[in-house]
């Protein structure tokens, strides 16, 4: 059992981490602005505050930090991921904790996948080049693993893109599918699963975590609509994007196949059951 920090606990991905982690764990996670309600304590944390963070983790003592705070959502979100990440790394270096770090495969232009694990970052956004930025931050840290991941998504809680997704057509607006931007969705037990079982082995560097299954943004939304029953889709249309945001990052799973035991299904993997998603 180890002592195991979460940043960012009112995450998606923090929400479905923290009751997994705090079944085998010692836990404290963090939020925000918005304190859900979990199976473990928490405490509000901005991360921006190295003061606030230093104090946290060294009256915690964690083995572990694992460090989700800092998505692409929130209007000082580049902030939080730079500031965020410094301030976690010298918080874990301070205490001799192992860190996690969750990144994405957003830090690629898209043009040369499959992306593996060496793969020089090049982003063409502000998100990815904040999440580079960040990588190039955790890296300072010897015991560090970079998660870099891809679209998360859950069969008990609509994930961020299908919410979208479903307001804006229960509204009326219109929606477009991309049909050219190729990732490889992860179904979010077993990214969970994955980062606890990092959190106790002994790889560092990157590695990419996500679902071994690459499909269009396009093909993977249609089977989310579905899966949600989410109607009327008047207002949408599939159509090849222009490019603004990478178009194909998919990522190499092979090192992952290698260090991890966790399997990472594929959607329809996951869609079909098979010992996956529904029957889980
Ligand atoms: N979702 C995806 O498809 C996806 C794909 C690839 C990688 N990732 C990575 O996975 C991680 C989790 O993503 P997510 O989509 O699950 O996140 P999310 O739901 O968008 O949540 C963002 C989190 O950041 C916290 N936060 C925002 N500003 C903060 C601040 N100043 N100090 C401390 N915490 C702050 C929020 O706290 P409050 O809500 O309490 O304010 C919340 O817990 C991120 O690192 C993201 O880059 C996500």
Request: proline content about 6%.
């Amino acid at each position: 059992m180890s002592r195991i920090l979460i940043t960012g606990g009112s995450s998606y991905l923090g929400q479905h981490l923290v009751p997994l982690a705090a079944a085998a764990h010692t836990v404290h996670y963090t939020y925000h602005q918005n304190q859900p309600d979990l199976p473990a304590p928490s405490s509000p944390l901005d991360v921006c505050d190295e003061t606030a963070v230093r104090t946290l983790i060294s009256s915690f003592q964690p083995d572990v930090i694992i460090h989700l705070a800092g998505s692409n959502r929130g209007h000082d979100m580049a902030a939080v991921i730079r500031l965020g990440a410094g301030s976690i790394v010298w918080a874990a270096q301070e205490v001799g904790a192992r860190l996690i770090h969750l990144s994405t495969d957003s830090i690629f232009a898209g043009d040369a996948a499959p992306y593996d694990e060496t793969a020089v970052p090049t982003p063409v956004n502000a998100y990815g080049r904040a999440k580079a930025d960040a990588e190039a931050i955790v890296r300072q840290h010897p015991n560090s693993v970079i998660v870099r991941t891809s679209l998360i998504y859950g069969l008990h809680a609509m994930d961020h893109g299908t919410q979208w997704m479903a307001d804006a057509l229960a509204q009326g607006q219109p929606v477009t599918l991309f049909s050219n931007q190729i990732r490889n969705p992860v179904w979010v037990n077993s990214l969970c699963t994955a980062v606890l079982e990092l959190a106790e082995n002994s790889c560092t560097g990157i590695l990419n975590v996500a679902g071994r299954q690459a499909l269009s943004r396009a093909d993977f939304a249609l089977r989310m609509l579905d899966y949600w029953q989410i109607q009327p889709r008047t207002t949408l249309t599939v159509a090849p994007s222009d490019g603004r945001w990478p178009l194909n990052c998919e990522l190499d799973l092979r090192r992952a196949a290698a260090v991890l035991s966790t399997p990472l299904p594929g959607v329809d993997e996951v869609l079909s059951g098979n010992g996956y998603g529904r029957s889980a």
